[in-house]
């Protein structure tokens, strides 16, 4: 599996460290959401990405998402304030049973129409996908 994970990062020209362990993203799930109602989901993905995969952190220990909420360009009271609350905690239970529903098995997986693609996938197999249901490709 992280054979395949590191080609396919290799392919798309992400960084991709030696992770020795696997944490719980639940709470950086939470922040996450939150990030994307304050218009900072992809500055603050991409540094929960790095400091993750690349890195190795603990992405459930409180002060390392605090410093990823500061260096996404987000209030770190107010992130705190976030993870101490749990207000985000419903949003993301009500994103977990959808992906039961629709049968999610891994992330990223793409859904249009009836198909789907899952996993990390490069441009061309996007691009396919969405032309076949009518986009003009680029």
């Known amino acids: 599996m992280m054979a395949n994970l590191r080609e396919n990062a290799e392919k798309l020209g992400l960084a991709l460290g030696d992770r020795k362990m696997t944490y719980n993203s639940r709470l950086a799930q939470e922040v996450g959401l939150w990030a994307e109602t304050k218009g900072h989901g992809h500055p603050f993905h991409m540094e929960a990405f790095k400091a993750y ?19 996404s360009g987000l209030d770190r009271e107010e992130g705190k304030a976030v993870i101490e609350t749990r ?4 949003a ?45 490709p680029i």
């Open 53 to 71: 995969f690349v890195e190795g952190k603990n992405i459930a220990q409180k002060d390392v998402l605090l410093n990823l909420i500061e260096s």
């Open 87 to 90: 207000e985000f905690s419903d």
């Open 92 to 136: 993301v239970d009500s994103d977990w049973e959808l992906s039961r529903t629709k049968g999610v098995t891994a992330v990223p997986s793409f859904f249009i129409g009836l198909d789907r693609l899952v996993g990390a996938q490069s441009y061309e197999n996007l691009e396919k996908l969405i032309v076949k249901y009518g986009a003009k």
